[in-house]
């Protein structure tokens, strides 16, 4: 199974984008799915995830902005990302994890977001 990350793309701040997460298959197992963004120069951290229950968390520096939600029928995650600043800048890479700790990751999309 392998996770195609899209959606990406140069928005100014103040704007939204929408990231999409699709598997392209049936990940067995899966309790999480989220999204982890890479800055220049930094570390990869998380920024939102969604638990199998529906309960999501968030990066503090994101919360009221990004929006983490799924459509499980497409196997699918979205990121709906508003109010974007310079600072949210980054390769934003989805993830999945299963109750077997094994990990997906998927290939990353560029957020550029221009003052």
């Known amino acids: 199974v392998q996770l195609q990350a899209s959606g990406g793309g140069l ?11 699709a598997a392209s298959g049936k990940i067995r197992g899966v309790n999480v799915r989220g999204w982890y963004r890479q800055a ?3 570390e990869r951290e998380l920024v939102a995830v969604i638990l ?9 520096s994101v919360k009221g902005r990004f929006t983490i939600s799924r459509d499980i029928a497409k196997n699918t995650v979205y990121l709906q990302m508003d ?9 934003y890479f989805c ?9 997906y990751w998927g290939q990353g999309t560029l ?3 221009s003052s």
């Open 52 to 60: 199998n229950n529906g309960i999501t968390n968030y990066q503090a």
């Open 83 to 91: 109010n974007l600043k310079p600072e949210d800048t980054a390769v």
């Open 111 to 113: 957020v550029t977001v």
């Open 40 to 42: 220049p120069g930094k």
């Open 11 to 21: 928005v100014q701040a103040g704007g939204s984008l929408r990231l999409s997460c």
């Open 95 to 103: 993830y999945a994890k299963t109750i077997y700790e094994k990990q």
